[in-house]
C-alpha cells in the first residue's frame, strides 16, 4: 500500500532553515508528482509545492524564493528546503500524492518558527 514518512521537522529561530524529507513507498515513484501541503493551527490546510516527474516545480507564492522542493528517484524521496522561515511558516507539513485521483498523505512533521 501507499505510505509517505515524512521527517526533519523541529524548532527554528526566525530566519533560520530546515530542511524536510518525505519517504515514499507502495508505488512507482518515479512516474508521479509529489507534492507539499500545510496546516497551521485554526487554519485551512495549503498548498506548498509541487515537483513533476521531470523535476518541474511549483510554489504558492509566499514560498516562491524561499522553499525549494526536490526529488530523488533513487531513494524514493522527496525533500523540502525551506530558508528565510517566518513565524508564519508554523505548520505541520504534509507530502501527498495523488493516484488515480486518490490523495495519499502522510503523517505530517511539526514545524515551529519562534524566537
Known amino acids: 500500500q501507499v505510505q509517505l514518512v515524512e521527517s526533519g521537522g523541529g524548532l527554528v529561530q526566525p530566519g533560520g532553515s530546515l530542511r524536510l524529507s518525505c519517504a515514499a513507498s507502495?508505488?512507482?515513484?518515479?512516474?508521479?508528482?509529489m507534492r507539499w501541503s500545510r496546516q497551521a493551527p485554526g487554519k485551512e490546510r495549503e498548498w506548498v509545492a509541487t515537483?513533476?516527474?521531470?523535476?518541474?516545480?511549483f510554489y504558492a507564492d509566499s514560498m516562491q524564493g524561499r522553499f525549494t522542493i526536490s526529488r530523488d528517484n533513487a531513494k524514493n524521496t522527496v525533500s523540502l528546503q525551506m530558508n528565510i522561515l517566518k513565524p508564519e511558516d508554523t505548520a505541520v507539513y504534509y507530502c501527498?500524492?495523488?493516484?488515480?485521483?486518490?490523495?495519499?498523505w502522510g503523517q505530517g512533521t511539526q514545524v515551529t518558527v519562534s524566537s
Open positions: 507502495g508505488f512507482t515513484f518515479s512516474t508521479y508528482a
Open positions: 501527498y500524492v495523488v493516484i488515480s485521483s486518490l490523495k495519499y
Open positions: 515537483i513533476h516527474t521531470d523535476g518541474t516545480a
